[in-house]
């Protein structure tokens, strides 16, 4: 445990400050109207776990710009590694032309994903990007139409990916017709059963409904090219489905030579304590997609494929920025600190925060179920504990009260709470965050009179 006194969370100016609400009222002006913004959050710079905002208030960041700052802000291996790669070239353009770094993340990536089997890998900018790529790859090698994916699956907003994501009707509503031959199912979430069953004598009904229902009735599984599933669903409420269900869903596809998809934009590279949040199941899916931590920030998105997978044909597939030279470098040095440092790092934090929510837990009535692996964890409000209804408001309110007191929190599904921190926190910051969320736990449960 870290005895030095950390200079965050510290908050003198209660934000949003002056230089916060000008920004955000200049903001405003220009702004398109789709963005939502989670709260007056407005960053001059980060070190860390520590974000800084423009009025120099110090928060401890428990969000990570959404799953994305694996190895901190700035870290400084990973900003030399930019600085360096940035004063060589900045653009080539890795569909055409050869670079090392680009071939070095290329080797890495096939090096790490989940499974043995030779590998292949394609690089972009998103984890959007990559799930469109998962998509073609799928239906271009299958030479089948159709797909399936998850209940509250969230996979990216461009046509392809958000024909599959299923997470909030609003970020569907009006961008219609989408993709057509797209079909969703259950996903494992026991907490909320769909079926209203207890695993494991429920037999996996979310999974059975595929041969039972879905393939008979509506969907020949001789047209599926792909299932896409999270492995741990992620905007959808940190949902981590139990144990056989990932090798149960990876038969089923092999059964009718259906592609197994696993989407680990969020939960890859690291932040679960494995590489991949595939691998504490021993799932070896055929794509797998990552992006968010890859680069610590900086845009870069992948699939890496079984090579007798990736079987399309030259110049079917592309990006002019994909592979940009500088996000490499910044990928090269992150998954290097991933590896030799933070994914450990991250099982152990983790496991420490897993005990302590459960205890909080123990006390504290909001709170229905904490879920995750690693660094990914989601804790469950309910207003109840016996109908589980959802507290909504609620979290709304713990998140808001957790900024105004300097810890950064986001949340997932409609009342879940995400605990997705830099993989390089320390215990004096966990420690921190734990007793920042238990003060607003028991101020929002007084108050309500829950
Ligand atoms: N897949 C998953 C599992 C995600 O969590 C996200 C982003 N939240 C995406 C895809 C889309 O990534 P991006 O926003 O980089 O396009």
Not at 82 to 94: D, E, P, S, W
Not at 390 to 398: D, G, H, I, W
Request: some cysteine.
């Amino acid at each position: 445990m870290t005895t030095q006194a950390k200079s965050y969370p510290a908050i003198h100016t209660p934000p949003p400050g002056p230089k916060a609400q000008a920004l955000i009222a200049e903001d405003k002006k220009y702004a398109s109207n789709c963005y939502i913004k989670a709260y007056p959050l407005a960053v001059e710079r980060g070190d860390g776990a520590m974000i800084e905002d423009v009025d120099g208030n110090r928060y401890l960041d428990f969000m990570s710009g959404i799953g994305v700052a694996t190895t901190g802000h700035s870290h400084p291996k990973v900003v030399e590694a930019i600085q360096r790669a940035a004063a060589k070239f900045l653009h080539i353009c890795g569909t055409d032309f050869f670079y090392a770094s680009l071939t070095g993340v290329l080797r890495k990536l096939c090096e790490i994903a989940p499974g043995k089997s030779p590998k292949r890998a394609f690089l972009g900018n998103t984890g959007t990007e990559a799930v469109e790529a998962a998509i073609k790859l799928a239906r271009y090698h299958t030479k089948r139409p159709q797909l399936i994916a998850f209940a509250g699956a969230f996979h990216g907003r461009t046509l392809g990916a958000l024909s599959l994501t299923a997470s909030k009707a609003k970020q569907r509503t009006g961008f219609g017709p989408l993709l057509p031959g797209v079909t969703h199912i259950p996903y494992a979430h026991c907490y909320r059963c769909p079926y209203n069953l207890t695993y494991p004598s429920c037999g996996l009904a979310c999974l059975q409904v595929l041969e039972d229902e879905i393939f008979k009735r509506r969907v020949p599984a001789e047209e599926v090219a792909a299932i896409v599933v999270e492995p741990i669903q992620g905007e959808g409420g940190y949902v981590v489905p139990p144990p056989d269900y990932l090798s149960e869903l990876k038969t089923i596809c092999q059964k009718y030579g259906i592609l197994c998809v696993a989407d680990e934009v969020q939960s890859g590279i690291g932040r679960t304590g494995r590489w991949f949040a595939s691998d504490h199941v021993g799932l070896e899916p055929d794509v797998v997609t990552t992006a968010k931590g890859l680069a610590s920030g900086l845009p870069l998105g992948a699939i890496v494929a079984r090579a007798d997978v990736s079987t399309w044909s030259k110049g079917s597939h592309g990006s002019t920025f994909g592979g940009n030279p500088v996000a490499c470098e910044a990928a090269l040095a992150t998954l290097e600190l991933v590896e030799h440092e933070l994914m450990g790092n991250a099982a152990r934090l983790g496991h420490y925060l897993m005990i302590e929510l459960h205890r909080i837990k123990q006390r504290r009535r909001l709170v229905g179920d904490v879920r995750g692996l690693g660094l990914m964890i989601g804790i469950e409000l309910v207003r109840d504990r016996d109908t589980k209804e959802r507290a909504s408001n609620e979290t709304q309110e713990v998140i808001l009260r957790a900024f105004r007191k300097g810890l950064l929190l986001l949340d997932c599904g409609e009342n879940v709470v995400r605990f997705s921190p830099p993989l390089t926190i320390d215990q004096e910051d966990a420690d921190r965050a734990l007793a920042i969320f238990d003060e607003v736990l028991a101020e929002v449960e007084n108050e309500r009179a829950l």
